[in-house]
Nanobody, 123 residues
Framework: HVQLVESGGGSVQAGGSLRLSCAAS????????WGWFRQAPGKEREWVAS????????YNSDSVKGRFTISQDNAKKTLYLQMNSLNPEDTAMYYC?????????????????WGQGTQVTVS
């Protein structure tokens, strides 16, 4: 099993930046995909970005491309999401998630492990 704990959320004005972190523990020795999802009130959970631990290949949704950057520190077993040029539409609970494999899915159901979420509010 993999345990994930997010941090770094908060409130920011439009145009500002935040960096989210996700610390992984447990069985993290295999290659896996981990990524970020977000869910706004009354909306479905939306895939944001993913990265493969082994190759470092990254994938971003069109809604955040050019503004958000996903990265990882394998030594620290930590995932990051640098969010720039934030706008009110980015307001949501952000979740870190993971599934085993050397490729990445974008559907939430494919991810077996989830963090508790961290709130991002843009005004």
């Amino acid at each position: 099993h993999v345990q994930l704990v997010e941090s770094g959320g908060g409130s920011v004005q439009a145009g500002g930046s935040l960096r989210l972190s996700c610390a992984a523990s447990g069985h993290t020795y295999s290659t896996y995909c981990w990524g970020w999802f977000r869910q706004a009130p009354g909306k479905e959970r939306e895939w944001v970005a993913s990265i493969v631990t082994g190759s470092g290949s990254t994938y971003n949704s069109d809604s955040v491309k050019g503004r958000f950057t996903i990265s990882q520190d394998n030594a620290k077993k930590t995932l990051y999401l640098q969010m720039n040029s934030l706008n009110p539409e980015d307001t949501a609970m952000y979740y870190c998630a993971a599934h085993y494999g050397s490729f990445c899915y974008t559907k939430p159901d494919a991810y077996a492990y989830w963090g508790q979420g961290t709130q991002v509010t843009v005004s």
